[in-house]
């Protein structure tokens, strides 16, 4: 049985007793009632784990931590997901399953024809929210690296930062497959097993509508930004699939999985 795993903000050090968060103390000793002695795993996001014993002093809650384990779950490519905000709770069900699919990073774009319509303090928190889902997605896949979560922007926007890599809209009427841009041929793609000198992918940014999809200005307005558009097979899929089709895809087509 996998012993529990805990995200921690600050930095951890190897062989060293260490004071959990707040947050980290609360779940373990309240929502999953671990004991003193338990083992758990600690991450800090700066790559690798630490096996660690629960130790209770007072109302504190600390580790002993052990060695670092150099472990990695990570993609050997760069993939952002650009997700047109959806409605209700989708977001956090995107989210979590992008990173489970190993995403590396998740920008939010308030589409024209978003349901959801965020400003202020109530952006903010969703914000905070958002990103604390990436954590737990984390703790529960296995990876020691949390995506990060942009704060919400435009499209517009977004298409005018730099990226060094390719990007590609999902389309239901596009041209291209997806299959095609996929493949090792169609972007720099290198599989696990080629030599560790070989040249990285690119990144690889997928933009995903909301359920309205984009409207007719946001897509003129990504074809003149020189983004691809590409179809994922015969079926229109809904915003919350689309993007982790995709992320599926390219990783079993790059040989990743």
Known sequence: MAHPRFYCSTPITAHSRYTLPDD?????????????GDTIVLFDGRGGEYAAKLVFDGSRALADVGDHLPREAELPGDIVLVQGLPGGDKMD???EKAVELGVRRIVPVAAQRSIVQLSGARLEKRQVHWQRVAISACEQCGRNRVPDVAPVTSLRDWLAAPFEGERVLCHPEAETSLMTLASP????????SDPTDAPAPRPLALLVGPEGGWSAGEAALVVRAGVTPVRFGDRVLR?????LAMLAAISARRGWV
Do not use: P, Q
């Open 24 to 36: 980290v103390a609360h779940h373990a000793s309240r929502a999953l009632r671990l004991r003193a």
């Open 93 to 95: 069900w995107i989210i």
């Open 185 to 192: 041929e169609g972007i720099h793609a290198r599989k696990a």
């Open 239 to 243: 915003t919350e699939t689309a993007g």
